[in-house]
Nanobody, 124 residues
Framework: QVQLVESGGGLVQAGDSLRLSCAASDRTFRSGAMAWFRQAPGKEREFVGTISFNGVTTVYAESVKGRFTISRDYAKNTVYLQMSSLKPEDTAVYYC?????????????????WGQGTQVTVAS
């Protein structure tokens, strides 16, 4: 069974950087798009960004554009979310997601596989 496993979350100070990782257990998802979403307490799941099947195209939510970067390492079957200039409002559980489609969207139900989530807390 294919799994996505996130890691790298933690408690940081505002202005700090943090890198999240999402490891896929199956090579199948090397051919599909990947994405990151987040969910803060009491709020709906929010799109963060997506990276295309070939790693060429990335799309970000306006709230993180210029601060967050998504990349993928095919050799390691891993997608990364590099976060910089973190703000308290970035505090959330971050989830990675996968779709067999070549390009992702900002809609959560595009994605067929989800990780368990990793907590990111940004203190002011």
């Amino acid at each position: 069974q294919v799994q996505l496993v996130e890691s790298g979350g933690g408690l940081v100070q505002a202005g700090d950087s943090l890198r999240l990782s999402c490891a896929a257990s199956d090579r199948t998802f090397r051919s599909g798009a990947m994405a990151w979403f987040r969910q803060a307490p009491g709020k709906e799941r929010e799109f963060v960004g997506t990276i295309s099947f070939n790693g060429v195209t990335t799309v970000y939510a306006e709230s993180v554009k210029g601060r967050f970067t998504i990349s993928r390492d095919y050799a390691k079957n891993t997608v990364y979310l590099q976060m910089s200039s973190l703000k308290p409002e970035d505090t959330a559980v971050y989830y990675c997601a996968a779709t067999p489609a070549a390009y992702g969207t900002s809609t959560w139900n595009t994605y067929t596989l989800w990780g368990q989530g990793t907590q990111v807390t940004v203190a002011s």
